[in-house]
């Protein structure tokens, strides 16, 4: 994966500085690589100067998250 994709899952934009109780519905955990991570979900995932030749990627990343549904 580019950095230009990775860094808004591992870097620390977006990281959960106020709400670590179990209750939190805003919370978004998850794993990569073995490392935990913790985003607020109101800032996250943000992709800074987006062109077309990253496109191809981005486009992977979300047919990734989103497959298709089999009917």
């Known amino acids: 994966t580019p950095d ?3 860094n808004a899952f591992i ?5 959960c500085v106020h709400c670590k109780g179990d209750n939190c519905k805003f919370r978004k955990a998850y794993s990569i690589n073995g490392v935990d991570y913790e985003k607020c979900n109101g800032k ?3 992709f800074y100067e987006p062109d ?3 496109m191809q990627k ?3 990343l979300f047919k ?5 549904k089999q009917y």
């Open 44 to 46: 996250t995932f943000e």
């Open 58 to 60: 981005y486009l992977e």
């Open 52 to 54: 077309l030749i990253k």
């Open 11 to 15: 870097g620390p934009y977006g990281d």
């Open 64 to 68: 990734n998250f989103y497959p298709k």
């Open 4 to 6: 230009y994709i990775k």
